[in-house]
């Protein structure tokens, strides 16, 4: 309630009101558009995302079968990690209860383009608003894939120093929990980047065209079943998929290189949802 309090007195159009405990789930979620799910343990130093699972799974089965019942139309959209275990849960537990639908479910990746915008700005002296990197893949280590040829505007690495700013960008969510040194992981630039992506969902739904973010979706375009790639919002969320785009041979043997932990990680997920579903 505090929290709600505190975010009230923000000078903007929203109307904030605070909801408590398990029973007050289902009103908290009554009529919503569109839902995020920040909730869970962070990692501390370390910690690899996939050692949240045996927490965090079971928050987010939890919330999603309260969304199934309570809002099943709403755009879902997940923060909490690992990201790429637990938008197959999510998926898993929609499925059971008959309301899937794949063109609206999310796992939000775009800190990951936040920071390689950020990272390739700075490396090259451009304005950031100007920047924009797509990002690949999933969302941990290996399974983050900047595809930093794609960039617009377009910009040159020597090998050396694209594979430095590439590993920086595929650690640098470590980079923070190391930073904070038991204190928690990135949640001020998380919290910017998950409202850029929650701002162009609303836009999508609000009727606006041209609304492309990289997400991590239900997705055709590698053997992996979910993976994030530049998306075309519309107003039922996914409206098309844009696809890997032209990679170069070093971005290509990045996605090589990420797929066995990606599928790893979807499947402990569906494991998880089946067993406990
Ligand atoms: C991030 O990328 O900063 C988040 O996924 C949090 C984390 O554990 O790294």
Known sequence: MGVAADLSHVASRAEVTGYEGPDKL?????????VVIPAGVPRKPGMTRDDLFNTNAGIVADLTSAFATACH??????VTNPVNSTVPIAAEVLKRRGVYDPRRLFGVTTLDIVRANTFVAEAKGLDV???SVPVIGGHSGVTIIPVISQAVPGVSFKT?????ITRRIQNAG??????KAGA?????????????????????????????????????????PYFSTPILLGRDGVEENLGLGSLLDYEAKLLQSAMPEL????????KFAKERY
């Open 160 to 164: 050396a120093d694209r594979e430095a």
């Open 26 to 34: 289902e009103d908290c979620l009554k009529d919503s558009q569109v």
């Open 73 to 78: 139309k709403a755009m879902l959209c997940i």
């Open 129 to 131: 608003n100007k920047v």
């Open 184 to 224: 928690g992981s990135a949640t001020l630039s998380m919290a910017f980047a998950a409202e850029r992506f929650v701002v162009s969902v609303l836009s999508a739904i609000d009727g606006k065209r041209a609304v492309i973010e990289c997400a991590f979706v239900e997705s055709t375009v590698t053997e992996a």
């Open 174 to 179: 470590t980079e923070v929990v190391e930073a």
């Open 263 to 270: 599928l790893a990680n979807i499947d402990k997920g569906v």
